[in-house]
């Protein structure tokens, strides 16, 4: 019995079809079927997001600090694992490295290892401190002012002056009182010239008096 070639064509260009669909097939369902880790890593926060794993194997997720404490021990999952609440990184005024460790059950290959860099928040950064030489030149400028200035304590002295000063002429009102008594002819000089006069009398008397006695001796 001879089989036609185009019978012979017909089945062949049929299995090359079959194994093109089936092809595809695998294809398209591999990503399907592929491990998928994602995870992300901020300056506070860890977020995960573990999917298309087998869920007929135990699968393991563990997250931590390099040279740190765990931010999420091992935990078993099936086909997929999500972080419903973020988890919270300690506060660090350094960079932190973070750590994800997923283990794939139904193969090794499937596992997964990765490290990330935590930077530092804004908020954790350390301020920059002052420097000695600004606190004290604003302590000076500040002092003097509230004191009262040199003038103004100077002030109460000048009360003192001015009484001095109005005093001072008291005294001189009882010099002036010294040519009022000349006026009326008392004087220091007055006895002086009294005596004097006197004197004149009685040298005066005592001449005429030994005149007469000689007189009369001669008659």
């Known amino acids: 019995m001879t089989i036609p070639r185009r019978s012979w064509r017909g089945a062949?260009?049929?299995?090359?079809?079959?194994v093109v669909g089936l092809a595809g097939g695998v294809i398209s369902a591999a990503p399907a079927a592929?491990?998928?880790?994602?995870?992300?890593?901020?300056?506070?926060?860890?977020?995960?997001?573990?999917?298309?794993y087998s869920s007929k194997a135990t699968n393991e997720v563990t997250v931590?600090?390099?040279?740190?404490?765990?931010?999420?021990?091992?935990?078993?999952?099936?086909?997929?694992?999500?972080?419903?609440?973020?988890?919270?990184?300690?506060?660090?005024?350094?960079e932190l490295q973070v750590r994800l460790v997923v283990?794939?059950?139904?193969?090794?290959?499937?596992?997964?290892?990765?490290?990330?860099?935590?930077?530092?928040?804004?908020?954790?950064?350390?301020?920059?401190?002052?420097?000695?030489?600004?606190?004290?030149?604003?302590?000076?400028?500040?002092?003097?002012?509230?004191?009262?200035?040199a003038s103004e304590t100077a002030e109460p002295s000048a009360e003192p002056s001015e009484t001095a000063t109005e005093a001072a002429p008291a005294p001189a009102e009882s010099s002036s009182s010294a040519p009022d008594l000349a006026e009326t002819g008392s004087s220091s000089a007055t006895p002086v010239i009294g005596g004097a006069a006197l004197a004149v009398l009685l040298a005066g008397g005592g001449i005429l008096w030994s005149v007469r006695k000689r007189r009369g001796v001669q008659h």
């Open 64 to 94: 931590s600090v390099v040279g740190g404490e765990d931010l999420l021990a091992t935990t078993e999952f099936g086909r997929e694992y999500h972080t419903k609440t973020p988890l919270q990184l300690p506060k660090h005024d350094k």
């Open 12 to 18: 062949g260009a049929f299995a090359a079809a079959a």
């Open 34 to 52: 592929a491990h998928t880790p994602t995870w992300a890593v901020t300056c506070s926060e860890v977020t995960l997001n573990l999917t298309a």
């Open 103 to 149: 283990k794939a059950g139904d193969d090794a290959k499937y596992s997964f290892e990765q490290t990330k860099t935590a930077p530092v928040c804004e908020d954790d950064e350390t301020p920059p401190q002052e420097t000695p030489s600004e606190t004290p030149s604003e302590t000076p400028s500040e002092t003097p002012s509230t004191e009262p200035s």
